[in-house]
């Protein structure tokens, strides 16, 4: 069956680094674009970050382009965003999605943006 498992979440200063990764199983990662997706409290889930199968083409929601990467390695079934000069408003739930013949997500890892 799909998994997908989040991990790297945690506390972390304002300014501050974090590297999210997920690992995927029960599919063909190497043919399945990736996404990460996050939720803060009292918000609606949005989408972060989209890649590619190859890793070819990235795309970035405007509220984190230029300080979130995401990338990926396939032989390792594993997606990461590393996201970098992190603020207040990134602390959210972050979560992985396969678009395959539904949507499947993780369980998401806690990020905590605070001083």
């Known amino acids: 069956q799909v998994q997908l498992v989040e991990s790297g979440g945690g506390l972390v200063q304002p300014g501050g680094s974090l590297r999210l990764s997920c690992a995927a199983s029960?599919?063909?990662?190497?043919?399945?674009?990736m996404r990460w997706y996050r939720q803060a409290p009292g918000k609606e889930r949005e989408w972060v970050a989209l890649?590619?199968?190859?890793?070819?083409?990235?795309n970035y929601a405007d509220s984190v382009k230029g300080r979130f990467t995401i990338s990926r390695d396939n032989a390792k079934n594993t997606v990461y965003l590393q996201m970098n000069s992190l603020k207040l408003d990134a602390t959210a739930v972050y979560y992985c999605?396969?678009?395959?013949?539904?949507?499947?997500w993780g369980q998401g890892t806690q990020v905590t943006v605070s001083s």
């Open positions: 890649i590619t199968s190859t890793g070819a083409v990235t």
């Open positions: 029960g599919f063909t990662f190497s043919s399945s674009a």
């Open positions: 999605n396969a678009l395959l013949w539904k949507a499947y």
